[in-house]
């Protein structure tokens, strides 16, 4: 099978090389992918969101399944476009279309949704410059903190925590009178904060039958102790110990069957990755968002468990045929550590030249997916963006996985590298 993968961070490296093990993988083409992609597949110089161009590398190259990474080629409505085209409709495009990635693409249309659906989360409205004053008054009525999120994709950085009513409102006039994230925030959902422990849940559909892929926790802010900035993150451990099974029924009868048959009865076609973004509130699951897509450094935590092969179930997906699908997850333990450039996530240098990657631990021991990297004109690897090399250790236990993780990480470096060195410890706290 020939295969295209839209994207260039780790997610889709993480992809590339479960796509690639897989005997029915006969051509694996990465657009525009990494250093990391270039070593195990052909890289091909195309944007994600250059539909015209991607159309016409898939005629030429004969491409059967087109495998979508990252969100916004889905938002901009890719799997739309092809079943537009007589020549490509019947290519199998692994990602929902324009509509059910509303569910990432506005927090107003996936609010509505799980309320109409009786799906758990924080109670909200959303507000425009139009009703701002309404949305001023609103915030006097909550509780803070209060969490104001942009409707539209925001490079995730549209989500914020006020502390108090005043900066709430602050932070609305900015956002709605302003344009502090520009389109993204011409509708403001306006919500009431969640106190509890976040995980991710993971579901592949073909938009009938599901399957849940592992589940993990991730590490948004910069500092250690999870202090700082927000980045798209530094870390992500799977499987989650207080994800035990009573938990994660919860999960799957409260909130994946409710999503997957409420999109049935919307007649939304769904095939692709849903992720769902989860707080646990005293045992409880509520939704914090979705995702239409697999998550990033989630992604390179969760692969690594799947034992079944990874393009037999993208496979199974595209053609409708997940519940003859057996998947099967290794008992053990990833966690992934995120290299980035110094001064991430704001101003950070690139094209400096990485040491140290021929220096790796057996796979039964560590991962080293590449993000922003690439090759320059000497063929040196070089860092291409802020967040640079994901390293996943896996061990049985979760303390194993963590020190061949951070085993691992201690072979590579740059000119100026950070990394958290904190990552997994909340939970082995837990477990104490």
Request: hydrophobic share 40%; proline share 4%.
């Amino acid at each position: 099978m020939n295969i295209l993968l839209l994207g260039s961070g780790g997610r889709e490296h993480a992809f590339a090389w479960k796509i690639v093990n897989s005997p029915k993988c006969s051509n694996l083409y990465v657009a525009p992918g990494n250093a990391g992609t270039a070593a195990i597949a052909e890289n091909v110089n195309i944007a994600v969101s250059d539909f015209d161009g991607i159309s016409r590398f898939v005629e030429e190259k004969n491409i059967e399944m087109v495998v979508v990474g990252p969100e916004e080629p889905l938002v901009k409505g890719i799997v739309d476009f092809f079943q537009s085209k007589e020549t490509l409709k019947n290519i199998l495009i692994i990602g929902p279309g324009k509509v059910g990635a509303q569910l990432e693409g506005s927090k107003d249309f996936s609010k509505k949704f799980m309320d109409k659906y009786g799906i758990p989360t924080a109670g909200s409205q959303t507000f425009t410059k139009d009703t701002i004053q309404k949305g001023l008054e609103y915030i006097d009525y909550q509780e803070a903190p209060i969490v104001l999120k942009a409707d539209g994709l925001a490079a995730g950085k549209g989500v914020l925590i006020c502390q108090t009513h005043e900066e709430a409102k602050a932070s609305l006039k900015e956002m709605l009178l302003e344009s502090k994230f520009g389109a993204a925030s011409e509708k403001v959902v306006i919500e009431q904060f969640l106190s509890g422990i976040e995980l991710s849940v993971f579901v592949a559909t073909d938009g009938h039958h599901y399957r849940i892929l592992p589940e993990a926790k991730d590490y948004k802010r910069i500092g250690e102790q999870d202090t700082g900035l927000n980045t798209g993150g530094m870390g992500a451990i799977s499987p989650v110990p207080f994800a035990d099974q009573d938990f994660l029924n919860k999960v799957e009868t409260r909130i994946v069957i409710p999503t997957i048959k409420g999109l049935e009865q919307e007649n939304i076609p769904y095939t692709g990755f849903l992720f769902i973004g989860l707080m646990n509130v005293n045992g409880d699951p509520y939704v914090i968002e979705y995702n239409v897509r697999m998550g990033d450094p989630e992604t390179q935590a969760v692969l690594p468990r799947i034992k079944s092969d990874f393009l037999e179930l993208l496979f199974a997906m595209g053609t409708q045929q997940l519940h003859a699908y057996p998947l099967e997850i290794h008992e053990y333990c990833a966690s992934t550590i995120v290299m980035v450039a110094g001064g991430y996530p704001e101003d950070y240098k690139k094209g400096d030249v990485i040491l140290g990657l021929e220096n790796k631990l057996p796979e039964s021991q560590a991962l080293v997916f590449h993000a922003g990297t690439q090759l320059s004109s000497s063929k040196d690897v070089i860092t291409n963006g802020g967040r640079v090399i994901s390293i996943t250790g896996i061990g049985q236990k979760l303390e194993e996985a963590l020190m061949n993780a951070y085993s691992q990480v201690s072979n590579i470096n740059w000119n100026v590298v950070y990394f958290r060195k904190d990552i997994g410890q909340d939970l082995l706290n837990l477990k104490k």
